[in-house]
């Protein structure tokens, strides 16, 4: 081994890897948070304008939590 390489251990490479992982995680939270934003202002344009009413919304939303709870329990 050259004297001024350092050997890479599996520390260094956890290290390397865990923060990677930890920005790409921070960029999926923020897509999730900035899709949600964009999502709950399309829907409430739909019902501003009469496309979609309230109660609609709320039924679709209600079975897509229930959707993911089943999914989870799987």
Do not use: C, W
Request: hydrophobic share 35%; charged share 40%.
């Amino acid at each position: 081994m050259q004297p001024h390489l350092k050997e890479a251990t599996v520390d260094d490479i956890d290290r390397n890897d865990n923060g990677e992982d930890e920005e790409y995680d921070e960029q999926i939270e923020q897509m999730i948070i900035e899709n949600g934003i964009l999502l709950h202002s399309l829907a409430a344009l739909l019902v501003r304008k009469g496309v979609l009413k309230q109660e609609e919304i709320d039924s679709e939303m209600d079975r897509l939590y229930d959707e993911m709870e089943n999914f989870e329990q799987q």
